[in-house]
């Protein structure tokens, strides 16, 4: 059985993509599109942690986030105009930004697949050189050099978010059903199903974590945790 609980409060208002390194946390704000690093340990007595390091970045809507390769690579979810005032560096749809993460510059940047929005990204440990793309209602893996699809597959569920990639399977959050689900790489079939009750924040970006998952909920600012076995 899975426990759910809120942990500690973003940084940022509407957090909408994360990712654990070996710094810290890395989280992503679908408003500004600033990243902050912050600890994860030394909660203070109102829910705060201490921030790391910030960065500006020339992302847009900014709707998940992960890390290899030495980047951050950033799921840009369309213009930002909905949120704050355009920029001219906005993406006209979905995109995916390579960021450095010690300057925030960009490093690289391409559209999505598929025209429209996406919501999730994950660089894969597992497979050199590829990384999975969420885009609603399917999941695609493409390698990295030419952004070449290996596999799409069609979703159960709309809104999928957060991505997260184990060596026998690939977790993902579905939002609008306040759950996460692991299937299996080849099959496309449910493995495991973890229900978030309404009563704790809702899964958005998501990250392994020490004994199961950290995630944000962008509608409420809190980060949560969910111990399991992953």
């Known amino acids: 059985m899975a426990k759910v609980f809120a942990a500690f409060r973003s940084p940022y208002a509407q957090p909408n ?3 654990m390194t070996d710094e810290g946390l890395w989280v992503a704000d679908q ?3 600033r990243c902050a690093l912050v600890e994860t340990e030394n909660i203070n007595r109102y829910g705060k942690t201490l921030v790391l390091r910030e960065l500006d970045t020339e992302s847009s809507n900014t709707s998940g986030m992960t890390y290899g390769d ?3 690579w950033l799921a840009a979810n369309g213009p930002g105009a909905k949120y704050r005032p355009a920029r001219d560096t906005d993406f006209p749809s979905g995109a995916t930004v390579k960021v450095d993460p010690q300057t925030g510059a960009t490093l690289d940047s391409w559209p999505m697949p598929h025209e429209g929005g996406t919501h999730g990204i994950e660089f894969d440990n597992y497979e050199a050189g ?9 999941m ?11 596999r799409e597959v069609e979703m159960p569920y709309g809104r999928s978010h957060g991505v997260v990639r184990v060596e026998d399977g690939l977790w993902i959050a579905f939002t609008n059903d306040l759950c996460l689900i692991k299937f299996d790489i080849d099959s496309n079939e449910e493995m495991v ?3 978030v009750p309404e009563c ?3 899964p958005h970006g998501v990250s392994i974590y020490e004994g199961g998952f950290i995630y944000c909920d962008s509608s409420t600012g809190w980060i949560g945790i969910i111990e399991t076995e992953v």
């Open 17 to 19: 993509g994360m990712q």
């Open 140 to 150: 695609s893996q493409v390698k990295m050099e030419d952004r070449s699809f290996i």
């Open 193 to 195: 199903r973890i229900d």
């Open 200 to 202: 704790h924040p809702a």
């Open 130 to 138: 590829t990384m999975w793309l969420a885009t609603g209602k399917t």
């Open 70 to 72: 030495g980047a951050l």
């Open 31 to 33: 408003v500004t599109d």
